[in-house]
């Protein structure tokens, strides 16, 4: 495969989409979801008026982020952690080795973290000898399969129970051909009880870190975290400088949302609010910049971090539910994926704003109301400025451009067209050079135009 | 180093002045419940757990030996005086992993929402933490005259000016990593009940 057609996210969902029943069965698993997190925001009345608070404190807080990282510092170290600054994924990664090193740490669990995912930690720690547990189940599994997240609240969610059981059968003993989600899940509590009681050290993602109060919130539904971090005394929790709150009472109108527009729930499992280490142990913050400042700084995608990471705009994306998450080859996949995707690394992710219909519906349940299909219009115009686009496309965007640009041109193309293409070959028709007659037919063809026909019935008007 | 990495950022984000946004007050009519006991047993059900009224510890004891689970279990603890079964006293337990086999565990919740079943606890007087995630069954036992509406009237009782750990509970752990089906009982407890007393 050439970079170019790697780099294509397009080329990367026909892999997906070759399996026509599995696709069918990603799309209803996550449509799934998407009717969940419909009947809970129904279920609040001030649901409309939550979202426009959400976005406001984010907006908020985003003008004045320097002032509340410093806020949220002193805060955390009064109450006893202590918080490092990474400028990059590099740095992030080396902070969070030493920290490991110093304490001599071997085994360490981790909870869901996207941005550990962004920074690529895993292999990081392990190349230097640490062994790291995902605990998250779903995490678990792709970790286990020695592949990334597909949807970051849902990572497994593009694999079938009868993939787990092999998997489990394989590494964990499970009877072979078991399918049984509960009995999987039973095998996998004991294999990860096993992992959080050896394990030197816990490493957490944050929801939301409160300036006012210098404490973290991290949310599961299956309890991970809080296991990971309360049996051995070392915490390391790893944040974006996006996650800033300004004060406490924002986290109800953030909690209230979260949860309802991932997965349907009123609230998660476990809500916990962490202020200052346990006693006798140790709290780290890590604030990661890694390219967060310069989203800031552009005024077309700045409003890109407010994003929450809740998921909900991939589940109603009918463009994700039908190419799978792997189809983005980014971190973070769907909507805001192709509107921060591009925003690191341009060239490789050109395709994704083209990976959507416009239809809008993401920006619609978007919790804080991230313009996401507005963003991702923008972008397209920024890539074709760029010329970012590969060589066919540009060309047919050139060629159309100059047609619809004249009247007579155009007009001739139409007559042309009528007349000659009913007699060409299939093969030069339907080829590789024309994208759209892929899985498409041409249409009849009229044997005369509209305006033609509007001319012989209504006479003909003065030219325009 | 980390000290170069800060001023880094922040003269990073300095260099860039944004619009002031004004930060929203909150205070709104926010949903309330006419009996928030029911929406709190309602949506408690909804999430996997289990309300249940009793009028005073007696009756707890009562309906707690009522549970399978209670009534099977071998190593209970209960950080509520005048549960008779508690037999684990957190005293003598130097090592969180000691806990490992606790069966059972009967708690404090401070107040609950009624929006959300969510029943906040904390470690206050409690020497570890994880007993909350570590017991394979969960019991709270929460003042009925303690359940707010909502999650606004929630934070105002809190105030985080002292270092410590709480936690939103509601429900018991629970899973859908596998084929969306829910499975209770991930990592932490197999079943949550709260007493409503």
């Known amino acids: 495969m050439t970079r170019a057609t790697k780099g294509n996210h397009a080329a990367r969902a026909a892999e997906f989409i070759a399996n026509a029943e599995r696709t069918q069965w990603h799309d209803q698993a996550l449509w799934f979801v998407r009717a969940k997190r419909d009947k809970a925001a129904r279920s609040v009345p001030e649901w409309e008026r939550l979202r426009e608070l959400a976005s406001q404190i984010k907006l908020h807080t985003l003008a004045r982020l320097p002032e509340y990282l410093e806020q949220f510092e002193e805060q955390a170290t009064r109450k006893g952690a202590r918080v490092h600054w990474a400028r990059d994924a590099e740095d992030h990664n080396r902070i969070v080795l030493q920290i490991l090193q110093d304490n001599r740490v071997q085994r360490m669990v981790k909870s869901k973290s996207m941005l550990t995912e962004e920074c690529h930690l895993n292999p990081y720690l392990q190349g230097h000898g640490i062994e790291v547990v995902d605990t998250d189940l779903g995490e678990r599994i792709v970790q286990l399969l020695d592949k990334p997240p597909s949807h970051i609240v849902l990572p497994a969610i593009h ?277 759209w007659g892929k899985h498409r037919e041409l249409p009849v063809f009229p044997k005369h135009s509209f305006r033609e026909s509007y001319e012989k019935k209504h006479g003909r008007k003065q030219q325009g | ?114 929006e959300n079943a969510a029943v906040w606890v904390t470690d206050q007087g409690l020497r570890h933490r994880v007993l909350y995630f570590l017991a394979q069954h969960l019991a709270l036992v929460l003042p009925v005259a303690e359940l707010v509406d909502n999650m606004d009237q929630a934070y105002q009782r809190l105030s985080f000016a002292e270092p410590g750990f709480g936690l939103f509970l509601s429900g018991p752990s629970k899973t859908a990593d596998i084929e969306q089906a829910l499975v209770i009982g991930a990592h932490g407890a197999r079943s949550l009940t709260v007493f409503l007393v």
Not at chain 1, 183 to 207: Q, S, W
Not at chain 2, 37 to 49: C, M, N, P
Not at chain 2, 71 to 89: E, F, H, M, P, Y
Request: hydrophobic fraction near 40%.
């Open chain 1, 159 to 435: 694999i079938k129970k009868e993939e787990v059981g092999e998997l489990f059968h394989r590494v964990l003993g499970t009877q072979q051909g078991a399918t049984d989600p509960k009995y999987l899940a039973e095998a996998a509590r004991a294999h990860l009880r096993d992992k959080f009681m050896k394990a030197d050290a816990g490493i957490t993602g944050v929801n939301f870190a409160v300036a006012e109060t210098g404490g973290l919130v991290v949310c599961t539904n299956e309890g991970n975290a809080d296991l990971g971090i309360s049996l051995p005394s070392l915490h390391i929790a790893c944040l974006g400088i996006e996650k800033l709150i300004p004060r406490a009472r924002d986290l109800a109108v953030f909690l209230r949302l979260l949860s309802r527009s991932a997965t349907g729930q009123p609230i998660t499992a476990y809500t916990s609010h962490f202020h200052g280490p346990r006693p006798g142990g140790q709290l780290h913050i890590v604030l990661v910049d890694n390219g967060r400042s310069r989203i800031r700084q552009n005024p077309l995608f700045r409003e890109s971090l407010k994003c929450i990471r809740c998921g909900a705009c991939l589940n109603t994306c009918p463009v994700y539910r039908r190419s799978g998450g792997y189809s983005y080859q980014n971190t973070i996949p769907g909507p805001i994926g192709s509107v921060l995707g591009p925003l690191r690394d341009p060239k490789f992710n050109y395709s994704l704003p083209y990976a959507c219909s416009l239809c809008g519906s993401c920006t619609e349940v978007c919790p804080v109301k991230v313009p996401l299909h507005h963003q991702l219009f923008t972008w397209r115009g920024e890539i074709v400025r760029d010329r970012l686009l590969p060589w066919q496309k540009r060309l047919a965007m050139k060629v159309a451009g100059v047609v619809l640009g004249r009247n007579w041109l155009y007009r001739l193309s139409g007559k042309l067209a009528r007349w000659v293409l009913p007699f060409l070959p299939r093969l030069l028709i339907y080829n590789r050079l024309n994208a």
């Open chain 2, 1 to 114: 180093m980390a000290a170069s990495s800060k001023a880094e950022i922040l003269k990073h984000l300095r260099s860039t002045q944004l619009e002031p946004v004004e930060l929203p007050e909150l205070d709104e009519p926010w949903t309330t419940y006419q009996d928030r006991a029911e929406q709190f047993a309602e949506v408690l059900q909804a999430v996997g757990g289990r309300a249940v009224r009793a009028g005073n510890l007696d009756e707890v004891n009562r309906e707690l030996d009522q549970l399978p689970a209670y009534a099977q279990a071998t190593k209970v603890c209960s950080l509520v005086d005048g549960i008779r079964k508690a037999n684990v006293q957190m005293a003598d337990v130097a090592d969180p992993h000691e806990l490992e086999d606790v069966d059972f565990l009967v708690a404090p919740g401070q107040f609950g929402v009624a």
